[in-house]
């Protein structure tokens, strides 16, 4: 890899070279990002896995962007026309725009209109009258005429000039660069209905008549645009902001300056303008509008998978609610409510349909099955699916906690989003065989309460539905990213070697599905693993994998105490060392803060194992196997407030958020629609991220603004002291409540935005923003 790729990113990354080179070189030895971050901290200088995850993404892009330079150089040498210069250019193209910027005229295409007068013996007519305007054009174009070429005229002889000088004007890659960032910070993306379709496109109303900058455009406003376009309902047109259509543009003016075409009188001057012209309306804009359209695709595309894997790491490090034996409860109304009970560990131990709600209403009944079912197992917790008739099965379940106080039951509500993916799967039908597909989802349910980790791995980070126009971004980046996000919260939380499901397993650094498989398959045969050195028996887990994989796996009450700890098993020697300083044993210095923290990590650094590692190794000693995840803790819905009628402006309401969008946050309070914060409401400050105030799964106080029961919507304000009522919550940002303002090519419509389709428009069909 050559120095200047690691001085790029370095510089990119704000760290030394040396770092990234150590970094690389552990990436391309095998090693996985969260092994590199926790356990070679002295390599790479303590680059944390944000650092590595974008060091890894900038080298794939500049590793692909060094492949293509090879090919590009190739081919251009390859036609003999790679001159020194040509080389040195190619060489320093820093991005792929610019390298096939440079590429363009070299590269092998079709015969184009240029290519066929130049073969005419054109060329020259094109620089006299370029280099010399003081040439009259027609006059000179007479002594050009061929028509055994194909030149039948003058008018074709400048006709053909004119080819040859507008591909030499579009394929100046210095000139089509700079234009290509004066259209970016100038021009503005514009939007108009289709003729007749006013009525079957709805739903994006808000654009039938738009214009924003494209500096200013959010991910998500761009996706909507783009995804209207594609359902035939927008026209999209990007507008350089070139002012009068009658005079030259700036962009005219600067192709004319580039080429020193000016007007003074000289026959060819005019002549030479409106090629000028005819290049950029025919050739340079088209091409411009082309790349800016796929620059705004790809800058929507990585804001809106940042916001999805922002969401889903918050999701997976959800607060646990630990190894309690809980009852889970799939809501339905006429199939019934299914209910599935689990012990500590998760294992399923019976099972049941209700039927308390419409049409049956066998409510007593139900109440009956339950409080048996509890006391049965000893269930502590009850985890309530949040989809169709949840309000009504919480009341179900409150009326049971309160007919029944010895049980000691407290009720939660679980998001059930991806439980139904996750029944029909391939691993749940191996994982509950005899189990009725119908009921799996309230296993899921009850056990995505107790570790909502270990439980959503099973599903596809794709379906677990935090994400915003999901379906309308790149497929691989979109996994790409996703499955980076699981792999980094399993191994910060670590795993439980002995009870860990396959899925889980697989996400550990170092193990693939197959490997995972054979961990468990070794694990059912000879009983749990007793030590980390006994996974070396598990077949094909080689020393590679050993390496990667050991610190991350905990084994719970095994024969070393140090195996339920992140301290990794070659750093044992440094604990025997403390061992031997402090005069203890491994048991009583575990734990024990007093001691630990009277030592200096500097005592204890050798060749191997620098001051990183042993300040690592002391904070886990002092609490080994910590859990990163938060505090387990339930919102309290308010009494009495179960569906939209039952809301007024002005109460303060309990909820939890579910989802964060690039315009605000989603809560649900307990009524079947989540209510929207918009982000001019989460603070008296100015908000630029909502996950700057919230994350999901966070527990907040919101006021209701205000209660729109024809289109099912709820406005919430963090800010407690907001007055309520239409106006309460300013919204001057994107959002689909508010007024709509008027947009024309100078002023861009900010307000409102239409619902999306893809993931995020659970959340927003829940809180009632769409149909």
């Known amino acids: 890899m050559p120095t200047s790729v690691h001085h790029k990113i370095a510089e990119e990354l704000g760290v030394r070279e040396h770092q990234v080179r150590a970094a690389v070189e552990l990436l391309d030895g095998g090693a996985t990002v969260p092994f590199i971050a926790r356990y070679r901290k002295e390599a790479t200088g303590a680059l944390d896995d944000a650092q590595l995850r974008k060091l890894e993404e900038r080298l794939h892009y500049l590793r692909e962007l060094e492949e293509r330079r090879n090919t590009v150089l190739e081919s251009i040498r390859s036609q003999g026309k790679l001159t020194e210069e040509l080389e040195a250019q190619i060489r320093a193209a820093d991005s792929k725009a610019r390298l096939e910027d440079i590429y363009l005229p070299y590269k092998p295409k079709r015969r184009t209109k240029a290519q066929k007068a130049i073969e005419a013996g054109l060329e020259p007519l094109a620089d006299l009258l370029l280099t010399d305007p003081t040439n009259d054009p027609e006059t000179t174009a007479t002594g050009y005429v061929a028509p055994d070429k194909g030149v039948a005229d003058v008018a074709a002889a400048l006709e053909g000039a004119r080819a040859i000088l507008v591909e030499r004007f579009s394929e100046d890659a210095d000139l089509i660069g700079e234009l290509r960032e004066r259209m970016w910070t100038r021009g503005r993306l514009v939007s108009r209905v289709r003729e007749g379709k006013e009525e079957e496109g709805a739903k994006f109303a808000d654009y039938f008549e738009f214009s924003e900058p494209f500096t200013e455009l959010p991910s998500h406003r761009v996706l909507a645009l783009f995804r209207g376009e594609k359902e035939e309902v927008l026209e999209l047109a990007l507008e350089p902001d070139d002012g009068d259509d009658e005079g030259p543009s700036e962009y005219e003016q600067r192709i ?5 075409i000016t007007d003074r009188g000289r026959p060819a001057d005019r002549w030479l303008l409106g090629v000028v012209r005819w290049a950029w309306r025919t050739r340079i804009i088209t091409r411009l509008s082309i790349d800016l359209r796929l620059r705004l695709r790809q800058n929507a595309e990585d804001e809106a998978v940042r916001v999805f894997a922002e969401n889903l790491r918050d999701l997976l490090l959800a607060a646990p609610a630990g190894s309690r034996p809980t009852i889970g409860l799939d809501p339905g109304y006429r199939t019934g409510v299914k209910v599935a009970v689990v012990d500590g560990t998760g294992k399923l131990v019976d099972t049941a349909t209700i039927y308390p709600h419409q049409p049956h209403r066998k409510w007593d009944e139900s109440l009956a099955v339950l409080a048996e ?11 309530i699916g949040n989809g169709t008739a949840s309000r009504e099965t919480d009341r179900l379940a409150g009326e049971l906690i309160r007919n029944h106080p010895e049980l000691k039951l407290t009720k939660i509500s679980v998001s059930e989003a991806g439980a139904s993916v996750y029944s029909a799967s391939e691993y749940a039908s191996r994982e509950l065989p005899d189990i009725d597909v119908s009921l799996r989802g309230a296993v899921s349910i009850a056990r995505r309460l107790q570790d909502p980790l270990a439980e959503l791995v099973k599903i596809d980070p794709k379906s677990i539905g935090v994400g915003q126009y999901q379906h309308d971004v790149s497929e691989s980046k979109l996994s790409r990213s996703l499955d980076a996000v ?25 193990i693939n599905s197959g490997l995972a498989e054979n961990i468990v398959a070794h694990r059912n045969s000879n009983g749990p693993f007793r030590a980390r050195q006994d996974l070396k028996k598990v077949p094909r887990l080689g020393p590679k994998a050993f390496e ?14 140090l195996d339920s700890s992140a301290v990794h098993p070659e750093a044992y020697p440094v604990v025997h060392r403390i061992l031997d300083a402090t005069n203890s044993d491994i048991s009583t210095l575990i ?3 007093k001691v630990l923290r009277s030592l200096r990590p500097q005592d204890f650094v050798d060749d191997d194992f620098g001051l990183p590692t042993v300040s690592d190794i002391l904070s886990e000693l002092e609490k080994p196997g910590r859990d990163p995840r938060p505090t387990f803790k339930t919102a309290e819905f308010a009494e009495g407030v179960e569906t939209l009628e039952d809301l007024k402006a002005g109460m303060v309401l309990e909820g939890v958020v579910t989802n964060v969008a690039a315009f605000g946050a989603f809560v649900d309070i307990g009524v079947h629609q989540d209510g929207l914060v918009h982000v001019s409401a989460m603070s008296k400050e100015f908000v630029s991220n909502p996950r700057d105030v919230v994350k999901p799964g966070d527990i907040v106080k919101v006021k209701v603004l205000d209660v729109d029961l024809a289109r099912k919507r709820i406005s919430l304000s963090l800010r407690l002291d907001d007055e309520p009522g239409p106006g309460g919550n300013a919204h001057n940002g994107d959002s689909t409540s508010g007024k709509r303002r008027k947009s024309g090519k100078n002023n861009a419509q900010r307000n409102r935005r239409p619902a999306p389709s893809g993931a995020m428009a659970d959340a927003l069909r829940r809180a009632g923003f769409t149909s």
């Open 548 to 561: 990667q994989c050991a610190g991350f796996l905990r084994i719970q009450g095994g024969d070393n105490p």
């Open 591 to 593: 734990g024990n803060t």
């Open 486 to 510: 699981v792999e980094d919260c399993v191994n910060a939380v670590g795993v439980d070697v002995n009870t860990a499901s396959v899925p889980l397993l697989a996400r550990v650094s170092g």
């Open 373 to 383: 079912l509890a006391r049965k197992h000893g269930a502590e917790l009850i985890a």
């Open 256 to 260: 004319a300056e580039r080429f020193e």
